[in-house]
């Protein structure tokens, strides 16, 4: 652990224990707070300029610190005006965790060996447990903090004993340690605690755990995964496999969602599964002696786990900032909230259509390196490889399609046309705080990709690579130019030609007075896509049809419940739940029948003991 | 000279685009026996529509007033990345084949925005269904590109549409009618015409694209119309490079002949139009999929018959 790491753990600590001194004055507890986390992330930045001069920058180390600052600073910034009115004992509560979260990623990705990595793990995943747990006065709430934690400490026990094996190096050690780290970074099947803690924690603390912490299962398994070739074959194949599967079925599910943070945190699981097909390409490129789809498909990963960081940070603080000011998720209780929350609005926009991957902003950069590594794989490889490289081409098509219609459902139906409700026609102002971090955010969405061309020098890349890599940055932020040109030309034409504009109600095709009730919901919106994927999507309706002459009141209501849940994790627990309860038969009462048990197992012992 | 005759080819588009609908038109009425609009109907519209004030629904915000300019300018985006008369785009790269997928889908998405800011309940009903067909369409492309890049084993725009000869047809004939035909279905998806949406529906419940710029008018409309045109022109031209690669007469008469094989495809799909109706719209996924399976087809053939 360096010197800057250690400062920026002091300072998140000096910042909590202050916190918790004024937490008699609420107002004093956040800025503390918060100015610690800030602090600490600035410290962070100065060690990562530090290391990139003196050529120390550490993709496990330096990256994905940089990720976790800025993160964790924005975040922190944004609780301030989220927790505002909750009263300095939560804040202290908060900031208490909160710091102890964001130190324990620090540590993560700065410590080596592998029992104190376990340790900072686990706080890492207790911590953030109680801040799932902040708002427990939900009885929901409490039961999505219960399940994460069980996926933590699953996640724990899986990496435990992947450590006691770790002598061997052998394939059950790395498949051990992919499903360890998999639980956090949440791939198919291990994704079920996503969907739930993510709407049950506070906006700040679903930032902070979608954009930093769940990468960082990408940089532990990277750390502890033996780099020989044998298993960067093993690894490209299951990160491919997972990747493909985990972004075309995590956007699909996003697309059936209704609640905004549920919506968003699927859209999570869908990018993790881009930045596996990113990693996984690199890795068997690595293993199959493909340099070029190595070299793209890594630094196609290393870029999204930034800009997803990034635009996901800047997307649930918008969602935060939608809860606070109209007390729901529900998208279809949303709408119009543009003119309300100009600012927020303007953000989020911009944050879904980048992390549909659509230039010119950054979360397109990413993608792109993995498709043309995609290309070059599609172009030069054979058999097995090809099959999976063409794939992965076309999959992360249709994802970017799906997207497209998922994130213009939560923007849409939040942002645009008429508020659906009084909750959203009264919604209350944005607060500065909760601005700012957004704002910062976006301005990177915006700038990256115009910067990204020093990629290939942060990666210490040189030769060939480094020519590969710079040209189509460079040729990318150019178009970007040209394109921003392009729309300013387009615009100033439709200023002369558009001069006094009027302004009427929505004509909607001849009806007087098109109302809030008449648009189109969000649910309404991806409604054929459910349609279409009905029989993996499942998803469940219901309808009060309306009846009789006179017709009184018609409901729908729609659900998507996740398949993995319904379809696996239930049915095993519920099995489980039902043999532990015939073993409850066992426990009858009589000490005969115990002492009988007990030498009946000391017999079977001792049999074994003959017959080993 | 190479820029030259590039910047003459993209002039040409931007100038020419809005024959195209004039064409498909024209053989439309041709095959119902009318006399039909003129060719240059689509001109004569733009400039009325940029000369109107535009009327604004007190709805709709900042997005719906972007949407129309930001659709436009990234087809045009799209356009300056093709190759022309052979000669290779200033901005292309490797991998450019995504950077136009994703340029038009972030005109496609403000496209849908903006039609949902309106409140419209026919606007949003058009989002919908174009944000269904999309994903499929998106697919097929890259399902297409797939087979050509495995074919050509080029991963830029510029590469693989010069490596297109009359040798490569002899060769790989059969995968590369199929990667023609599939693109044509998405070049129909794309560009909004029969099978998959009819333009010239008068009844909103059927419109795709139609229903989603409802509340647009004035120069919004012109820039729309305009945009849909020029998108058209940018994958009728890759369509025509696929398909006859290689005419006489030095770079000028290849810049020539494109433009003119551009308004004989503008013909055909008027013709295809003519001859069948469109689909209900449980029908359109299958019709995509089909076109991604042709993709994958030649996919499978270039495999199994490469040397």
């Given amino acids: 652990m360096d010197f800057f790491v250690r400062s920026a753990l002091g300072c998140l600590l000096a910042s909590a224990l202050g916190a918790w001194l004024c937490r008699k004055n609420e107002r004093c507890a956040a800025v503390t707070g918060a100015a610690g986390a800030v602090l600490a992330a600035l410290i962070i930045f100065a060690g990562s300029t530090w290391a990139f001069w003196h050529h120390a920058f550490n993709f496990y180390a330096s990256f994905f610190q940089l990720v976790v600052a800025l993160v964790g600073a924005a975040a922190a910034m944004h609780a301030i005006g989220y927790l505002a009115g909750e009263g300095g004992k939560k804040f202290c509560a908060f900031w208490s965790f909160y710091h102890l979260t964001f130190g324990a990623m620090l540590a993560v990705t700065a410590l080596r060996s592998f029992i104190p990595f376990l340790i900072a793990w686990e706080v890492m995943g207790l911590a953030s447990f109680f801040l799932v747990m902040l708002e427990y006065e939900n009885s929901e709430n409490q039961r999505a903090a219960w399940i994460y934690l069980l996926g933590c400490e699953a996640g724990g026990l899986l990496l435990m004993l992947a450590f006691a094996l770790s002598g061997g190096g052998s394939a059950a050690y790395f498949y051990l340690l992919l499903a360890g780290f998999g639980l956090k970074i949440g791939f198919p099947l291990l994704h079920v605690w996503l969907p739930e803690a993510h709407p049950a924690a506070p906006a700040p603390v679903s930032a902070l755990m979608s954009g930093a912490m769940i990468p960082l299962g990408f940089c532990g398994l990277f750390r502890f995964m033996p780099h020989t070739s044998a298993c960067f074959g093993h690894a490209g194949w299951a990160l491919l496999i997972l990747g493909l599967i985990g972004a075309f079925f995590g956007i699909l599910f996003a697309a059936g969602q209704s609640n905004l943070k549920r919506l968003l945190a699927y859209s999570s699981i869908e990018n993790m599964g881009i930045i596996s097909l990113g990693f996984g390409l690199g890795f068997l490129g690595k293993a199959y002696a493909h340099p070029t789809m190595a070299l793209l498909g890594l630094g196609g990963g290393v870029l999204h786990v930034f800009n997803h960081a990034v635009l996901k940070g800047m997307l649930f603080l918008g969602a935060g900032s939608v809860l606070r000011a109209t007390g729901t998720l529900q998208l279809d209780e949303m709408g119009g909230l543009m003119k309300k929350m100009p600012v927020t609005g303007r953000c989020f926009l911009c944050g879904a259509i980048a992390i549909c991957g659509l230039p010119p902003f950054c979360g397109f950069t990413g993608e792109l390196l993995i498709y043309i590594g995609a290309f070059s794989g599609i172009a030069h490889c054979h058999g097995a490889l090809f099959a999976g490289a063409l794939m992965t081409a076309i999959v992360l098509a249709l994802t970017g399609g799906v997207a497209c219609a998922a994130l213009a459902k939560a923007a849409g139906g939040a942002f645009l046309g008429e508020p659906r409700t009084e909750a959203s026609r009264n919604a209350a102002k944005e607060k500065l705080s909760m601005v700012i971090p957004q704002l910062g955010l976006l301005f990177l969405a915006l700038a990256l990709p115009l910067f990204a061309g020093t990629l290939p020098d942060v990666l210490h890349l040189t030769g060939k690579a480094h020519h590969l890599l710079s040209v189509v940055l460079a040729k990318n932020a150019l178009f970007c130019c040209v394109f921003y040109t392009l729309i300013v030309l387009v615009l100033a034409w439709r200023r002369r030609a558009g001069r006094d504009a009027r302004a009427v109600g929505t004509w909607d095709c001849g009806y007087a007075r098109p109302t809030g009730r008449m648009e189109y919901t969000a649910s309404a919106l991806t409604q054929p896509i459910a349609d279409q994927f009905d029989t993996v999507l499942g998803t469940k309706r219901e309808v009060k049809e309306v009846s009789g002459l006179f017709p009184a009141t018609a409901k729908i209501l729609i659900s998507c419940r996740d398949a993995a849940r319904n379809f696996f994790w239930d049915v095993i627990f519920h099995g489980f739940a039902r043999f532990a309860e015939k073993c409850h038969a066992l426990q009858s009462g009589y000490l005969h029948f115990y002492i009988f048990m007990m030498v009946l197992a000391l017999a079977a012992m001792l049999a074994w003991g003959f017959w080993a | ?307």
Avoid at chain 2, 30 to 50: C, E, H, I, M
Avoid at chain 2, 204 to 232: C, P, Q, R, V
Avoid at chain 2, 248 to 265: F, H, R, T, Y
Avoid at chain 2, 280 to 306: E, N
């Fill in chain 2, 1 to 307: 000279m190479k820029l030259l005759i590039w910047s003459t080819g993209i002039v040409a588009a931007l100038a020419g685009a809005p024959l195209l609908p004039g064409i498909v038109n024209r053989v439309k009425a041709f095959f119902a026996g009318r006399k039909g609009p003129s060719v240059f109907q689509l001109y004569f519209d733009l400039a009325k529509l940029s000369r109107k004030a535009p009327v604004y629904s007190t709805t709709t915000s900042w997005v719906f007033r972007i949407a129309p300019v930001v659709n436009c300018a990234a087809v045009i985006g799209a356009l300056l990345l093709l190759p022309i008369a052979g000669k290779a785009s200033l901005f292309g790269f490797a991998g450019d084949v995504v950077l136009m997928l994703y340029v038009c889908g972030l005109g496609r998405l403000f496209t849908v925005l903006g039609a949902l800011d309106t409140g419209s309940s026919f606007e949003g009903m058009g989002s919908s269904r174009e944000c269904q067909f999309a994903i499929l369409s998106e697919g097929a492309i890259l399902a297409v590109f797939g087979a050509l890049i495995l074919l050509t084993h080029r991963v830029s725009l510029s590469g693989i549409l010069a490596q297109m000869s009359l040798h490569l047809w002899s060769v790989d004939g059969t995968a590369l009618i199929l990667v023609g035909i599939g693109f044509f279905i998405v070049i129909l998806a794309e560009c909004c015409r029969v099978p998959v949406d009819d333009p010239d529906t008068h009844l909103e419940l059927t419109m795709i694209h139609e229903a989603m710029i409802l509340d647009n008018s004035g120069a919004d409309l012109a820039l729309i119309h305009y945009a849909a045109a020029l998108k058209m022109w940018v994958l009728l031209l890759i369509e025509i490079l696929l398909i006859c690669p290689k005419f006489g007469g030095g770079a000028w008469g290849q810049l020539a002949g494109e433009i003119l094989c551009v308004m004989l495809g503008a013909a055909v799909i008027g013709a295809v139009e003519s001859v069948m109706a469109r689909y209900r719209f449980r029908k359109v996924p299958q019709l995509l999929s089909s076109a991604i399976g042709m993709g994958l087809l030649a996919v499978v053939l270039l495999i199994l018959f490469q040397a």
